[in-house]
């Protein structure tokens, strides 16, 4: 059975890691005080990562030496960071898409607004930026079937 650390723990570190960016989210901070949330956030994140890490190390250990609990993991270290690697590349090149179509759509539409010859150029622009999520989903997959 589960301890309620083991529960507990897991909602605080996301609650930690979302609430640099509430008053962003409401639209209510500068630009650079959005900048020093963000850059909060993904040190928290890569914070909580690395205490996940080393308690994983330091907690198999332990759960190896009770017996009952040792019968319910599953899988390797390396197993789990290739699913965290996975998740990684999805989600970034995800992000990294969604910034390129943000910044493409809006010129392709006013190029195709002022000439209607525009509109092949313009859309292989904004597939091009697309194209970089469906690359990190490919490399994900990749690495989840090298994994499992």
């Known amino acids: 059975m589960l301890q309620i650390i083991e529960l507990l723990l897991p909602l605080l570190l996301i609650v930690l890691i979302s609430l640099p960016l509430v008053n962003v989210f409401r639209g209510k901070t500068s630009a650079k005080s959005a900048k020093l949330r963000m850059v909060t956030h993904i040190a928290l994140f890569f914070l909580i990562?690395?205490?996940?890490?080393v308690y994983n190390i330091n907690g198999a250990t332990v759960l190896?030496?009770?017996?009952?609990?040792?019968?319910?993991?599953?899988?390797?270290?390396?197993?789990?960071?290739?699913?965290?690697?996975a998740?990684?590349?999805?989600?970034?090149?995800?992000?990294?898409?969604?910034i390129a179509v943000a910044a493409a759509a809006p010129a392709a539409i006013g190029a195709f607004s002022e000439n209607d010859k525009n509109f092949g150029k313009s859309l292989i622009f904004v597939a091009l930026g697309e194209g970089v999520a469906i690359y990190g989903l490919i490399i994900s997959i990749l690495i989840i079937m090298i994994k499992l």
């Open 64 to 85: 190896a030496a009770e017996g009952e609990s040792a019968d319910l993991m599953s899988g390797t270290l390396a197993q789990g960071l290739g699913f965290i690697a």
């Open 87 to 98: 998740a990684l590349a999805t989600g970034m090149s995800a992000l990294g898409a969604g």
């Open 49 to 53: 990562l690395a205490g996940a890490l």
